[in-house]
């Protein structure tokens, strides 16, 4: 299996998990209205860090990766596979904060 199908699987049920969440949360409007742009900043804050520290541990050999299991796609010399990981993070997290309640604390 190369990387590719891997970060599909992984984005993929992370993705169904946060549909399920916001879908049951009983007020996805407001959601989607208050946590979007926490959810976009912490998107755009977490890329820009897999960005760099990515490409310095692959620069200085810390990591390395069999051309045959990329995508051959790079952003600088981190292959874009790497980035699917903090997106599947993204979105597991705040579903996480849902099903588990904590997201109607400030209903009380």
Known sequence: MTYVW???????????VFLLAWLTS???RRLAKTWWL????AGVVVMVLTAVF???MIGTGLM???D???SGLLIGAAPLEDFTYPLAGLLLLPALWLLLGRG???ER
């Open 26 to 28: 009983g007020r996805p």
């Open 104 to 106: 109607r604390a400030g």
């Open 68 to 70: 045959t299991h990329i």
């Open 6 to 16: 891997l970060c599909v699987i992984f984005v993929l049920v992370a993705l169904a």
């Open 38 to 41: 926490p959810i976009v900043a």
């Open 54 to 56: 990515d490409n310095v």
């Open 64 to 66: 390395t990766y069999a």
